[in-house]
């Protein structure tokens, strides 16, 4: 059975930075499209950034040139760099195999205030 662990959220202050974690298990990683999500307070999810099997990544243009995916095959484990944090970055954020909302681990919280 899959299973999606999120790790390395936290308060910052806006301009921070915060790595966030993946740690899959029960699926071969290394072969599937992996996706951050996150989900503000009274807000739907939102897809945030996604990183293909070969390397590939996306990015929702917001956040674009500040946040950087990858992964490690090897270990599996995907990580999500955030940098130059606004407040409006302050949500949830889950990990997804094929950003399927329904594979999403317990989430990490990221919340940037001053």
């Known amino acids: 059975e899959a299973q999606l662990v999120e790790s390395g959220g936290g308060l910052v202050q806006p301009g921070g930075s915060l790595t966030l974690s993946c740690a899959a298990s029960g699926f071969t990683f290394s072969t599937y499209y992996m996706t951050w999500v996150r989900q503000a307070p009274g807000k739907g999810p939102e897809w945030v950034s996604g990183i293909y099997s070969d390397g590939r990544t996306n990015y929702l243009h917001s956040v674009k040139g500040r946040f950087t995916i990858s992964r490690d095959n090897a270990k599996n484990v995907m990580y999500l760099q955030l940098n130059s944090l606004k407040t409006e970055d302050t949500a949830m954020y889950f990990c997804?195999?094929?950003?399927?909302?329904?594979?999403r681990g317990q989430g990490t919280q990221v919340t940037v205030t001053s």
């Open positions: 997804t195999k094929e950003n399927t909302w329904s594979t």
